[in-house]
T-cell receptor
Framework: AQSVSQHNHHVILSEAASLELGCNYS??????LFWYVQYPGQHLQLLLK??????LVKGIKGFEAEFIKSKFSFNLRKPSVQWSDTAEYFC??????????????FGIGTKLQVIP | SAVISQKPSRDICQRGTSLTIQCQVD?????MFWYRQQPGQSLTLIAT?????????ESGFVIDKFPISRPNLTFSTLTVSNMSPEDSSIYLC????????????FGSGTQLSVL
């Protein structure tokens, strides 16, 4: 069964600070990984994704994530956060359920609060 | 991309009643997913709804409690049956875009409170 662990549930940073949110996954098949973001009052939306190729993935708004296969990790980073980055961030893995259908499993989410 | 309309956006229900949540997509999609997000917890997949076949339920979820309909490629409903306060949650409809590398699109969610 696939699973996702996010280690930081609530992070508070000052503007311009660097951000790294941890994500570890468990899945035995080919890995497809995502970071989703939910800004206050908005839908979940995709931040970035990894399917294959370069393990360093760049997403929207200056975010990037690095897939490290040996560590089963897909940490999200941003060198300098802004107040507008205040949101909840979800790591997710795409795999197959017991019926052979694709399913996306999410981590518990990390609430990021950026203080001006 | 896909635009998903989900309704109701929120409801307050009495214990023992049932609520049906509707999900309408602006394009035809093969797979639709229903998630639940309980307070302080992750998004948890309830079931995958495929047109023309029975929904596939995840461990811990059963059809009697969460019956799903998928009459066509643009519409699905999830019913939360015989509700209890533990069913208070946000319920999200999601679809997977076409193509191998597409992403999930989400509806705005239904905030359900059970008294």
């Amino acid at each position: 069964a696939q699973s996702v662990s996010q280690h930081n549930h609530h992070v508070i940073l000052s503007e311009a600070a660097s951000l790294e949110l941890g994500c570890n996954y468990s899945y035995g098949g080919t890995v497809n990984l995502f970071w989703y973001v939910q800004y206050p009052g908005q839908h979940l939306q995709l931040l970035l994704k990894y399917f294959s190729g370069d393990p360093l993935v760049k997403g929207i708004k200056g975010f990037e994530a690095e897939f490290i296969k040996s560590k089963f990790s897909f940490n999200l980073r941003k060198p300098s956060v802004q107040w507008s980055d205040t949101a909840e961030y979800f790591c997710a893995v795409l795999g197959l359920n017991s019926g052979g259908y694709q399913k996306v499993t999410f981590g518990i989410g990390t609430k990021l609060q950026v203080i001006p | 991309s896909a635009v998903i309309s989900q309704k109701p956006s929120r409801d307050i229900c009495q214990r023992g009643t049932s609520l049906t949540i509707q999900c309408q997509v602006d394009s035809q999609v093969t797979m639709m997913f229903w998630y639940r997000q309980q307070p302080g917890q992750s998004l948890t997949l309830i079931a995958t709804a495929n047109q023309g076949s029975e929904a596939t339920y995840e461990s811990g979820f059963v059809i009697d409690k969460f019956p799903i309909s998928r009459p066509n490629l643009t519409f699905s409903t999830l019913t939360v049956s015989n509700m209890s306060p533990e069913d208070s949650s946000i319920y999200l409809c999601s679809v997977k875009g076409q193509g191998q590398n597409e992403k999930l699109f989400f509806g705005s969610g239904t905030q359900l409170s059970v008294l």
